[in-house]
Every structure is written in structure tokens, then in C-alpha cells.
């Protein structure tokens, strides 16, 4: 069973507007979330992430919310550029459970573009 | 720096051959991984290592062996290839807790079993 979800495959913007990208989760050991980038033919970077004390990070044009009683998180990217067309995984890490802080669980990734 | 360097990036393998994926990080990063990317699944850890000397399982290890006798190394060994092994192979490590330091990703290894 899927602990992060990403239920939107695909996710098409025009240049300027606003991004959101949607994830959910089921584990409620889950406490720290992060947002990673894929271009084509590389690998994921990281873009952005929060714990679960907090139901806000932002870092220029990215802003991530973390809704915990609904144990769902968006990314939104304002204003977006069609350099942000890109796969967006939504990963997820329980903070104090040891070994398991170390590893990540992600969903399944969203396909932004970003048309011009 | 280099950050995290896979080789090869691409390889074909026939069914039942053997290899070795290898990865090498040059910040002294404590932990790695091995994370394999199919189409529609997203990321799937295999194993990972929090230290030299310590390896553990990830949610899909069958099939694939680790160590990890070196800070700097974590090769992914294929055992008998299988098609089912087809796939987009990432490796990563982090200093720390990926929570507080996330992960630093290679450029990955895509695997095709024939």
C-alpha cells in the first residue's frame, strides 16, 4: 500500500501562473516532508522541505504547506517559468524512529510543464 | 567536487548474467542508498548503509546485494539478472539524517535485461 501518494500524474501550467502540487500520506509516523526536481536524464534534486512543527516553508518562488490533520502537503511555485518543467516527488522520513530517519519514502511524482 | 558518480550509465545484460552497479560519493557522506525508478512507481529503496561496515534492507532488496567496505563506496550487485530488474537504478547518500541534510542523487544507471 502507498504511503505517499501523488494522484495527479501530469500538470500543465502557463508561464506566469501559479504551480501547485499535491501530495498526500498515510503513515502518521510521518513528520518530516521534502520536495524533490527530476530533469529527464538525471538525477532528483532537492527543492524544498518541512517538518511537521511547522505549516509553512518558503524559499523564493517555492512554498510548501503541510495540512497534518489532513496528512496532506502541497508545493506551490509562483510565478512558474518553463524552467520548472520537471518531475516533482513528494518524499516523506520519520524523524526519530533511527535507522528509519535515514531512509525516504516518495510518491509516485507529478509531470509539470510550463508552457510558454 | 564530484558529488555522487554512477558507472555505467547504461548497460544491457541478458537474463541470468551478473554485474555490479557501482556508485562512489566524495563528501563524506555517512549514509547511502540505492533507489530504483520504474515507470508509474516512483521511487523504491533497495538498501541502504548508514556506515562502513553496515547495510540493511530496503522495501524491494530481492535480487540485489550490497557492502560497503569503504566511506566512499556502495556498489549494487545484480546476483542473476531478471527482466523484472529492468529499470532506472539511483544512488544517493546524505551527511546525516536524510530529514535535516536530504539526499544528494546521481545521475543514475538505466539497466535493460534482454
Known amino acids: 500500500d502507498q504511503q505517499v501518494k501523488q494522484n495527479s500524474p501530469s500538470l500543465s501550467v502557463q508561464e506566469g501562473r501559479i504551480s501547485i502540487l499535491n501530495c498526500d500520506y498515510t503513515?502518521?509516523?510521518?513528520?518530516?516532508f521534502l520536495w524533490y526536481k527530476k530533469y529527464p536524464a538525471e538525477g532528483p534534486t532537492f527543492l524544498i522541505s518541512?517538518?511537521?512543527?511547522?505549516d509553512k516553508n518558503e524559499d523564493g518562488r517555492f512554498t510548501v504547506f503541510l495540512n497534518k490533520s489532513a496528512k496532506h502537503l502541497s508545493l506551490h511555485i509562483v510565478p512558474s517559468q518553463p524552467g520548472d518543467s520537471a518531475v516533482y516527488f513528494c518524499?516523506?522520513?520519520?524523524?526519530?524512529?533511527?535507522?528509519?530517519?535515514?531512509?525516504?519514502?516518495f510518491g509516485k511524482g507529478t509531470k509539470l510543464s510550463v508552457i510558454p | 567536487n564530484a558529488g555522487v558518480t554512477q558507472t555505467p550509465k547504461f548497460q544491457v545484460l541478458k537474463t541470468g548474467q551478473s554485474m555490479t552497479l557501482q556508485c562512489a560519493q566524495d563528501m563524506n557522506h555517512e549514509y547511502m542508498s540505492w533507489y530504483r525508478q520504474d515507470p508509474g512507481m516512483g521511487l523504491r529503496l533497495i538498501h541502504y548503509?548508514?556506515?562502513?561496515?553496515?547495510?540493511d534492507q530496503g522495501e524491494v532488496p530481492n535480487g540485489y546485494n550490497v557492502s560497503r567496505s569503504t566511506t566512499e563506496d556502495f556498489p549494487l550487485r545484480l546476483l542473476s539478472a531478471a527482466p523484472s530488474q529492468t529499470s532506472v537504478y539511483f544512488c544517493?547518500?546524505?551527511?546525516?539524517?536524510?530529514?535535516?541534510?536530504?539526499?544528494?542523487f546521481g545521475s543514475g544507471t538505466r539497466l535493460t535485461v534482454v
Open positions: 544517493a547518500s546524505s551527511y546525516g539524517q536524510a530529514v535535516h541534510y536530504g539526499y544528494t
Open positions: 548503509s548508514v556506515g562502513a561496515g553496515i547495510t
Open positions: 518524499a516523506a522520513s520519520e524523524v526519530d524512529s533511527g535507522a528509519g530517519s535515514y531512509q525516504l519514502t
Open positions: 518541512i517538518s511537521s512543527i511547522k
Open positions: 503513515n502518521s509516523m510521518f513528520d518530516y
